[in-house]
Each structure stands twice: as C-alpha cells, then as structure tokens.
C-alpha cells in the first residue's frame, strides 16, 4: 500500500468511526499509536489491523524510501578553499610571467623602468589578466549559476554610474587637499595641467602608461574586480545581506545596526594579496642596486606592503559600497599621480625630480640615480615635475607660511576623509550590505545622551521648582 493512500485510509477510518477515535485519542489527537498503548481497554481487531497497516508501512518506508536534505538556503555558491585557492592563483599568474622572458626580467644592464622592459610588460600583464577574467567568468557562471548581467554586476563592470564615480573622486580630493594645494599652488602645476601640457608630457612617456594607465586598469581588475566577488560568494548570503533585527520596531534605533564581521574581514584580508604581489620588488632592487645593504631592501619592501595594502583597504571598501570597478580604477591613478603625501618636513624650493609616484614608486627608485638603461631604446628622459614659476621663485626658499597652511590642509582633509567616507561611498548597486556608519552612531549616541541629559535636567528642575513653592520663593517664571 502507498504511504499517501495509507493515511488517507487513517483519515477515513477516523471519519466514519467517531466513536472509536474518541476512545483511542480522547484528546481529539492524532496520534493513536501512543493513545493506544497508554489506554487500559483491550485493543480491538480494527485497532489491531490498523497497528499492523502503520508497522509494516514503517518498514516498507525505511526500506525504499530516499531522504533528501532540506536545501541550505543560507549555503555559500562556492567553498572558500576554492576562492582562496584561485587568489593565490591569480596572484601568482599575475606576477610569475613578469620574470619568463628577458625583456621583461630586470637586470643589472636594462631597467625596470627601461620602455622596452614597461612595454613587454604590460603585454604580459594584460594576456594573464584577461585568462583570470575569463576563469571568474565561467566560475560564477557554472558554479554559483549566475547570469551574465549577475555577473557583470558582481565584477564591477555594471551599471556603470558616473554620480558614483564623481563622488568616489571627490572624496579621494578631499583627503588631498594638502598634496594639490602643494602642487598646483606651491609648485605652481596647476597652469601646465590646466593648459593639456602636463597630460601630453605624462602619456609621451612609457612609464606614465604603466603607473597611470595600464598598472590601475589591471591591478583594480585582479585584485578588486577577480578576487572580492570570489570571496563574495564563497560567504552565506545572510552575512551579506543581514536582515534589519526589528524593522518595524521605533524602540530599536538605526545606530544598532553594524556591518556583518565576514564583510569586515572581505575588506581587510583581501588587500593582502594586492600587497604580496608588490613583494617581488624586493628582488629588482637587489638587481638593480647590488651594493645596496640587503635590510634596505627588506625596510622598502615592508614600507611598500604596508601603504599598498592600506590603499587595498580602501579600493576594496571603495568597490564593495559602490559596486564599480571604474571607481576603483580612478582611484587608483589618481593615488599612484599624487603619491604618498609629506608628513614631515618644511615646504622648500621646487626643483626638477622624477615623478615615480604611486604604488610603484619604490620599486622605480632607480630611475632616479640613471638607471634607465634601455638596450635598444632612447625614450631614458625621466617624468619632470617643473612648474611653471620662474626660475627666481624656484631657487627662493619660501616662508613657513606656506608650510603651516599646508598641514592644516592636510589635518582638514584628513578630517573630512573621515566624515564623508560613507555619505560619499553609498551607492544603491553596492555588493553587501553595511551597518551605520560609525560617524552616524557616534552622532545617535551623543543625541541619546544629550536626550537623556535634558530629560535629568527637567526632572530636576520641576523638583526645585517644588522646593521653592514651597519656600515662598520664585525663581522660575
């Protein structure tokens, strides 16, 4: 007998004999099998054949039956071995390839920074970027069963959002305030800039394609636009999209919500891959300056993990909020124009130096000392960095006025940095969810207290008006 037309015969027999399912379940349950044993009245032969029906389709059912699991709603799309593995991988096959061919492998007689070494480079750069794509590509597509437009959107490709961007820009200008007021009114930039002279110096060169053009575009692609939707989807979906705790209460106030911890490690473990693929530097400046202490070199390579991982902190906080891949890109060669800002020292003279700025500034150091040594190439001229001022006002040393302002620009575009860093970064196509910001439950806390202070207050002040009426004394109205 089928289990279904089992229980509906159950069902049928507890219909036409009321009287019967009474006695065996007086409660009105259907559970007879326990009633049964529990009762002391005999069981009759319709009980009897009902107990052996329930006993033999229990073992027909442990027999033939097949359990499927309830479905994991909450269950990664992919493992997390796997994202990690294909991270590493990516790193790896972004960086290895650099040494393959002697063109692109530094030596003591050619350069890093030699054009013919930057333009084999990017080719490399450019062929394993594209094979990375391509695997995220069909990994979203075949393992976590995303379309094609689920997956442009969960690498940053789309929608494309300029209101976005703009604002991702202008909060990277606010924290450099300080650097642009030095460069384009210090050093007096502003005017080639503004004149298209500076653009077309920047990009006559190969290394103003690599650091602005070529080294963003396929850096933010691995690093941000590869590796973070893997993690995304390698983590349950209700740490990425938390549902409010109490939506409809008004006793549970915005500033209880927080961003879940997996989004919070997404955005400061990933950058660690970014900063590992600077590593390698370390190996070029051995080459590249042999008599240079070998602790050096290793202080230069932390220094350069440490910032690099900084930025990767903020791109991939940056793509998570916004969901854009060309924000991050815009971010970047802006960073690696500006450089790493001044912290120290007195505003002095402008001078002609080479602008190797940016996450390969380190690394490139050797173009400073000459090093440019091309085989076949005379493109060696470095990246000049002069104004347009006189040559009077190059060589006269500036006052500390302009020191002193630069600081406190630097210290308000700190500030503002840090205030507008959410408002600037939400975005509606944005990955994964955040909690309020912790600006705005500082400022919730701070209204709640001052509400609580002013409610004390009050009740105080109705306790002292009690205590004069009853003085004869007036001291309020």
Not at 7 to 32: E, M, V, W
Not at 132 to 159: D, E, M, R
Request: glycine letters at 6%.
């Amino acid at each position: 007998m089928a289990p279904v037309d089992f229980f509906d015969k159950i069902l049928n027999y507890y219909r036409k004999d009321a009287t019967l399912s009474q006695q065996l379940c007086p409660g009105g349950s259907l559970h007879p099998v326990r009633k049964v044993h529990q009762s002391s009245v005999p069981v009759g032969k319709e009980c009897a054949r009902l107990l052996d029906h329930l006993t033999t389709t229990c073992r027909d059912l442990r027999k033939n039956t097949i359990l499927i699991p309830r479905p994991d709603k909450d269950r990664p799309l992919i493992s997390t071995s796997l994202a990690a593995l294909l991270s590493i991988g990516f790193t790896l096959f972004y960086v290895i390839p650099l040494y393959f061919s002697s063109r692109t492998r530094p030596s003591p007689q050619l350069s890093r920074d030699a054009p013919a070494v930057i333009r084999a480079r990017i080719r490399a750069v450019a062929i394993t970027t594209i094979w990375s794509t391509v695997i995220t590509i069909l990994i979203a597509i075949n393992k976590a069963h995303t379309s094609l437009g689920q997956t442009l959107q969960l690498l940053g490709w789309w929608p494309i959002d300029p209101v976005d961007i703009a604002r991702v820009f202008a909060l990277v200008v606010i924290l450099f305030v300080g650097p642009l007021y030095e460069a384009c009114v210090v050093d007096g930039e502003w005017r080639s800039w503004f004149s298209g002279r500076g653009f077309a110096e920047t990009f006559s060169t190969a290394i103003g394609w690599r650091n602005y053009v070529a080294s963003p575009v396929t850096e933010e692609l691995v690093f941000r636009s590869l590796i973070l939707p893997l993690h995304v989807l390698a983590l349950p979906p209700s740490s990425l999209h938390p549902a409010d705790p109490a939506p409809n209460d008004p006793n549970t106030p915005p500033s209880d919500r927080v961003t879940h911890p997996a989004v919070i490690q997404l955005i400061f473990v990933t950058p660690l891959y970014f900063g590992l693929a600077h590593a390698h530097h370390l190996y070029e400046f051995r080459v590249s300056h042999p008599q240079a202490p070998l602790l050096q070199g290793i202080l230069r390579s932390l220094f350069q993990f440490m910032y690099t991982t900084i930025f990767g902190w903020f791109a991939a906080f940056v793509f998570l909020r916004t969901g854009s891949l060309w924000a991050c890109i815009l971010v970047h060669a802006f960073c690696n124009w500006r450089g790493l800002p001044r912290l120290r020292g007195r505003l002095g003279p402008l001078v002609d130096e080479t602008t190797l700025l940016g996450a390969d500034a380190p690394a490139a150091a050797g173009a400073q000392d000459g090093n440019l040594r091309g085989k076949e190439d005379d493109e060696t001229k470095p990246i000049e960095r002069r104004g347009t001022m006189s040559k009077e006002r190059r060589e006269k040393p500036l006052s500390l006025f302009w020191s002193i302002v630069y600081y406190v620009l630097l210290v308000v575009g700190a500030a503002g940095f840090y205030w507008y860093l959410w408002p600037l970064t939400d975005s509606k196509h944005a990955l994964v969810s955040f909690g309020t910001p912790p600006v705005a439950r500082g400022k919730a806390e701070v209204a709640k207290a001052v509400a609580k202070g002013v409610e004390a207050g009050a009740r105080k002040a109705k306790e002292l008006k009690g205590d004069t009426q009853i003085h004869g004394m007036k001291f309020w109205g």
